[in-house]
């Protein structure tokens, strides 16, 4: 098994997720942070992106997944990503993902909430 680890860290992304109707209206920033567990020697030998996990291509994904429907809660934004990249992306065997929601509606001084979603081939 693999102990190489591809990460994107918080990519920023304006969607539409929440339980209040405000949110699913106005809409708020996010960010997502994908670690995905992956093999690199080939790539690295060959120095060849066909034989590993494009970020870009990743990212791309995520963007797409994350902004495709608008969720109550943001544990579902990170399964659906974590789904997508494991479906699309046969080289990644396992994957974490860490939504932050920075602008959550609470009565409280914070940095962020998030969730973080842990998924695995097995």
Not at 54 to 76: C, G, H, M, R
Request: charged share 30%; aromatic share 8%; glycine share 2%.
């Amino acid at each position: 098994m693999a102990q190489d680890i591809i990460t994107i860290k918080d990519l920023e992304i304006f969607a539409f997720h929440g339980v209040n109707p405000e949110e699913k209206e106005q809409g708020q920033r996010f960010t997502v942070t994908a670690e995905m567990t992956t093999d690199v020697r080939e790539a690295a030998a060959a120095d060849d992106i066909n034989e590993t996990v494009s970020y870009s291509a990743v990212a791309k994904l995520i963007l797409k997944e994350f902004t495709a429907a608008k969720y109550d809660l943001i544990e579902t934004a990170a399964d659906r990503v974590a789904a997508a990249v494991l479906g699309a992306f046969p080289r990644v065997e396992e994957i974490s993902v860490t939504v932050k929601k920075p602008d959550a509606p609470m009565k409280a001084v914070f940095d962020y909430v998030a969730v973080t979603v842990r998924r695995s081939r097995r």
